[in-house]
C-alpha cells in the first residue's frame, strides 16, 4: 500500500460527504497517483465502516464493469466489486428521490440470494449456483461521485462501485432448470424499451461474476455469507435517468421491477 492511513479515511471521508451531499468531486487518483489496488480497496473499506456507523447494514455485494466490452474500453481483465447497505434499498415500484443522488443511471442486472456460504480461492459457476436460493430480477442505480462520471479503475474502486441505490423485484426463481446465459432481459423507459440483452453478456454467466467476486474477497479473507444479495452486473450499458422517469426491468420468467424517479 502506498497511502497513510490518515489519506485513506480523509478520501474516504470525502466521498461519503460527496453521497450524503449529493456533490461530485475530482477522482482520488489526481491527487493521489500513487495509490494501489489496495489503497483503492481500503478507502472503499473506510467508506463501508462510515456507513455501518451510522446504523446501516451490509445487505450484500455488486459486481461492477462485468462486460467484456466495458472491461476492454476500460483496459481492465478484472471485474470491480463493492459492497451494498440496507438504506441503498429502494421498494419495488417506489420512487428514488434525485434530490439525493448526483447524476444516476440504471442498470439491468440478475441478483442472486444465497442460502449457504460461498467462500474462496476456487469458487466457480457450479458452487454459486448450488449456493443460490434464488435469483430475482435487479435494477442497480449507479452514481459515480466523481465529475462528469469521469474516473479510472482504482477511483470508481475507491468510491464503491458508484454504488447507490438498487431495488429488486418480479418472481425469484430458483436456478435448477434455469439457463441464466439465455434469459433475456428488457428494460423500458417511460414505457419506451430501451435497452435489451441476455445474461451471458455478463462474463458469459451471471454466477461467474458471483464466482469472482467470492475469490477477490477470499483474498482479502473475507467470503459471502448466507442471505447475502449480489448484484451480478449490468447487462445492458447505464441508462441515465432524470425526475420523472420511470424506469421498468422485465426479466424473461422472471417478472419485473420498477422504480420512479422524482
Ligand atoms: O455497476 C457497475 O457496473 C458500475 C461500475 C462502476 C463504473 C460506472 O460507474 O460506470
Ligand atoms: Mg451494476
Redesign the pocket.
Known sequence: MKLAAATIQQLAQLLDDCAQQARDTVKVTDAHPEMDWDDAYAIQDHLRSLHQQRGTRLVGY?????SHA?MRQMGVDTP?FGYLVDSFGLPDGGTCKMAELIHP?V?PEIAFVTKAELKGPGCHIGAVLAATDFVIPGI?V?D?RYRD?K?DLKS?IADN???ARFVVGGQPMAVQGLDLRTVGVVLEKNGEPTAFGAGAAVLGHPAAAVAALANHLAARGASIPAGSLI?S??ITE?VAVKAGDCVSLRVQGMGSTGLRFV
Request: charge should be positive; proline fraction near 0%.
Open positions: 455488486k459486481a461492477g464493469l462485468t466495458k470491480v443511471k442498470e442497480e449507479i459515480s462520471f474516473f470508481v462501485t458508484s454504488a448484484l452486473g449490468g447505464a
